[in-house]
């Protein structure tokens, strides 16, 4: 059994900031990549960042330069830094995870996380 739970979000203004955190619980061997999706109403969800075992990162165009995802293995946990947050950043913002449970690879998803940008 594994879980990912998510937390950090909120309202805040536009061109603020948000740190949003996702801890993976469970019978866990080992994870693969860490990602951050989110969706807007009435829209398809999103892939927002992603990060590798290793480090490395990828993200949408649409929040380049502006959001930043980091992990912490030791802890399981994968962050999402949103700085200069703009209206239609507004999402609801899932955590997901490619995680080993003893011999089997699956993907897990949080519950999600909304994130109002709002003046």
């Known amino acids: 059994q594994v879980q990912l739970v998510e937390s950090g979000g909120g309202l805040v203004q536009p061109g603020g900031s948000l740190r949003l955190s996702c801890a993976a619980s469970?019978?866990?061997?080992?994870?693969?990549?860490m990602g951050w999706y989110r969706q807007a109403p009435g829209k398809q969800r999103e892939l927002v960042a992603a990060?590798?075992?290793?480090?490395?990162?990828n993200y949408a165009d649409t929040v380049k330069g502006r959001f930043t995802i980091s992990r912490d293995n030791a802890k399981n946990t994968v962050y999402l830094q949103m700085n200069s947050l703009k209206p239609e950043d507004t999402a609801v913002y899932y955590c997901?995870?490619?995680?080993?449970?003893?011999?089997?690879?699956?993907?897990?998803w949080g519950q999600g996380t909304q994130v109002t940008v709002s003046s």
């Open positions: 997901t995870g490619t995680i080993v449970v003893t011999t089997l690879v699956g993907d897990y």
């Open positions: 469970g019978s866990i061997s080992s994870i693969y990549r």
């Open positions: 990060i590798s075992s290793g480090g490395s990162t």
